[in-house]
């Protein structure tokens, strides 16, 4: 991933329209090109991160309508079974390219594998497929994510002037790379500071398949067994954030305990503006849509394109072509640009006491 990660400067550049066509394949891998486009796309789930149905699919569906190509999307509801079976129905039915966001390497790889052998392309769509053998992997700088959140941390808690922080980690889901490389990106900031005896680190936990119920459990048990003693939580994702949240909220520590976050979900957004949550990171989802979207209709057509940018699949060994996209960190002042990029709606976020909130951040 270092290289990726090392590379981000270059790709920030790249524009959609400046993926190069290299023109049809020699090779015999025509994926597609003599079928007609159709592209199907699995998404995992809609209780991890409310991005995935709200985002993911309206920008997939928009680039997709845009360019005049069929497709189909379908979520797998957080089930393996069932993302097996989509997929078979999938290729069954004709698609000519599939992009997937995988629920765990292996069954990634299982229905990856699957799609090649019927001459159907495949894209890795924002996380990678560990082992995996899909054409192209679109996804933003997640160690850049990390580290975004590693360094809101340090600020709030730098702001708030806590001598010696306790520090709680809430991870993602043990079964996504991206977990990995979150965590990555916040060790790299955060780690020297335990080493060096500036912070202590006082839980780390992950929270499987990113259940924010289950988050919330696991947040309770960390506060018990810590006698209460958090100053800061390392939360992965807005979603687990805000169970780690309803929980402070119920100790009466929200506000005083400074929580990070990542997807900028409405929700976020109005934790963010009450002083409840420290920061999150948005990722422009219609941007990761966009070049992935433009990659399959490539694909479908029988055509490769130069993303100018490979990631190394740590377990396959391969040099997967990639676009990744640079992340931004969002604190209560620039909660506006997120809703001025179009990615939140302003009466998804000012409703009620916010109103009054979203005034005074400059939101008109
Ligand atoms: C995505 C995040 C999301 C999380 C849970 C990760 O792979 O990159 O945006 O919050 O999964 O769905």
């Known amino acids: 991933m270092r290289k990726g990660f090392l590379a981000v400067g270059a790709v920030g550049l790249l524009t959609l329209g400046s993926l190069t066509a290299c023109g049809n394949d020699s090779d015999g891998d025509k994926a597609g090109s003599d079928k007609t486009p159709k592209i199907g796309v699995i998404l995992p789930d809609s209780t991890s991160s409310v991005r995935w149905e709200t985002a993911d699919r309206k920008f997939l569906e928009e680039a997709f309508k845009a360019a005049n190509v069929d497709s189909v999307i379908e979520n797998a509801q957080g089930d393996k079974n069932a993302f ?17 966001v995988n629920l765990d390497s292996g069954t990634g790889k299982a229905v990856l594998d699957k799609a090649k052998s019927q001459g159907v392309a495949t894209i890795d769509y924002d996380r ?28 709030c808690l730098t702001d708030a002037k806590v001598q010696k922080p306790a520090i709680a980690y809430l991870n993602g889901s043990p079964t996504d790379n991206n977990a990995t490389l979150f965590r990555n990106g916040y060790d790299s900031v955060l780690k020297p500071k335990f080493d ?25 048990q960390q506060l018990t067994r810590t006698g209460g003693k958090i100053d800061g939580v390392l939360s992965a994702n807005d979603g687990l954030g805000n ?43 219609k941007k990761e ?32 072509p990639s676009v990744l996209l640079t992340p931004v960190a969002i604190y209560k002042e620039n909660v506006k640009d997120v809703i001025a990029d ?3 709606a302003k ?14 951040a400059g939101i008109s």
Not at 257 to 270: F, H, I, K, R, S
């Open 84 to 100: 097996q079976t989509i997929a078979d129905q999938m290729i069954t039915s004709g698609v000519t390219v599939l992009m997937i």
């Open 289 to 320: 849509a966009d070049a992935a979207a433009e990659l399959a209709i490539a694909l479908a057509k029988g055509e490769r394109k130069e993303t100018g940018q490979t990631v190394k699949d740590p377990e396959g060994g391969r040099d997967v």
């Open 243 to 285: 169970a780690v949240i309803s929980v402070l909220k119920k100790n009466k520590l929200n506000g005083k305990v400074p929580v990070t976050g990542q997807d900028a979900d409405p929700q976020a957004l109005q934790n963010i503006l009450a002083g409840d949550q420290c920061m999150t990171v948005y990722k422009a989802v």
């Open 128 to 155: 990678l497929t560990l082992g995996g053998s899909a054409e192209y992997y679109v996804s933003f700088d997640n160690e850049a994510v990390g580290k975004l959140q590693g360094e809101g941390l340090v600020k």
């Open 196 to 220: 060096a005896g500036e912070y202590t680190q006082v839980a780390d936990d992950s929270v499987p398949a990113w259940d924010n119920t289950q988050a919330a459990t696991i947040f309770e």
């Open 342 to 344: 179009g990615y939140v």
């Open 347 to 360: 009466e998804q976020v000012c409703t009620g006491n916010f109103a009054k909130l979203c005034t005074d």
